[in-house]
C-alpha cells in the first residue's frame, strides 16, 4: 500500500506565474485535505474534500487558491499569480471518514519557492 | 476559534534523559488530540492520539494523556534516543472529525545530544 504522494516536490516559479500542484491520496480514504506550512510555524489547514465535494474553502487564503478533485480520487491545488509570500511547503493528507478515526496520514509536500 | 498552544523550542537533552512537551489547547466540547512527528527531511507523522478525556495515546515509547479539567495533552518519554531527534506538533480537530481540519501548534524542535 503506497501512502499519500505529492507531486512535484520541489517547484521554483517567478512571481505572477500560475503553478499547479498534485496530490494522490492513499487509495481507500475519501477525505482529502491541504495545508500550507510556512518556515517556523505549523500547517495551516486551507480545503478540504469528500469525495469530490469541497465542504471547506473559507481558510483558502485568498481567492488566487482554489482546489479540485474531480473525480474524487487525485486533487490539484493552483495558485495563480504567484506572489513571494506564497513561497511555503504546500502539504496533502487523506483520510477515512467512517469508524470515529479522523486519522489524516500527510504526503511530503510539495515546497513553492516564488523568486 | 480553536488554537493549540505548545512549548517554545528548540529542546535540547542527553541521550536516556525524560521528556516532556507541553501542550494546551483551546476549542468548543471535545475535540480529538493528536501528536506528529516530523523527522529530518521526512514528512509529518502520527505519532499517537486520544479522542476522549482521560484516554492515553502511547507508541514508541511516547505517552500523552488527555486532562479535560486542564485542557492539556502533553508529550512525555521516560528515555530518549538520539534518533527521537524531530519537530514535534501537537494537533486537535473538532468534535465530530475533520470539518475544519487540524489546527497545529508551531511545533516543538527536540534535540538529543549522545
Known amino acids: 500500500d503506497t501512502g499519500v504522494s505529492q507531486d512535484p516536490r520541489h517547484k521554483i516559479t517567478k512571481r505572477g506565474q500560475n503553478v499547479t500542484f498534485r496530490c494522490d491520496p492513499i487509495s481507500e480514504h475519501n477525505r482529502l485535505y491541504w495545508y500550507r506550512q510556512t518556515l517556523g510555524q505549523g500547517p495551516e489547514f486551507l480545503t478540504y474534500?469528500?469525495?469530490?465535494?469541497?465542504?471547506?474553502k473559507s481558510r483558502l487564503l485568498s481567492d488566487r487558491f482554489s482546489a479540485e478533485r474531480p473525480k474524487g480520487s487525485f486533487s490539484t491545488l493552483e495558485i495563480q499569480r504567484t506572489e513571494q509570500g506564497d513561497s511555503a511547503m504546500y502539504l496533502c493528507?487523506?483520510?477515512?471518514?467512517?469508524?470515529?478515526?479522523?486519522?489524516?496520514?500527510f504526503g511530503p509536500g510539495t515546497r513553492l519557492t516564488v523568486t | 476559534g480553536n488554537s493549540v498552544t505548545q512549548m517554545e523550542g528548540p529542546v535540547t537533552l542527553s541521550e536516556e534523559a525524560f521528556l516532556t512537551i507541553n501542550c494546551t489547547y483551546t476549542a468548543t466540547g471535545y475535540p480529538s488530540l493528536f501528536w506528529y512527528v516530523q523527522y529530518p527531511g521526512e514528512g509529518l507523522q502520527l505519532l499517537l492520539k486520544a479522542t476522549k478525556a482521560d484516554d492515553k495515546g502511547s507508541n514508541k515509547g511516547f505517552e500523552a494523556t488527555y486532562r479535560k479539567e486542564t485542557t492539556s495533552f502533553h508529550l512525555e518519554k521516560g528515555s530518549v534516543q538520539v534518533s527521537d531527534s524531530a519537530v514535534y506538533f501537537c494537533?486537535?480537530?473538532?468534535?465530530?472529525?475533520?470539518?475544519?481540519?487540524?489546527?497545529f501548534g508551531k511545533g516543538t524542535h527536540l534535540i538529543i545530544q549522545p
Open positions: 494537533a486537535l480537530t473538532p468534535v465530530g472529525g475533520g470539518a475544519d481540519g487540524l489546527t
Open positions: 474534500f469528500q469525495n469530490e465535494a469541497q465542504l471547506e
Open positions: 493528507a487523506s483520510s477515512f471518514a467512517g469508524g470515529g478515526l479522523w486519522e489524516q496520514y
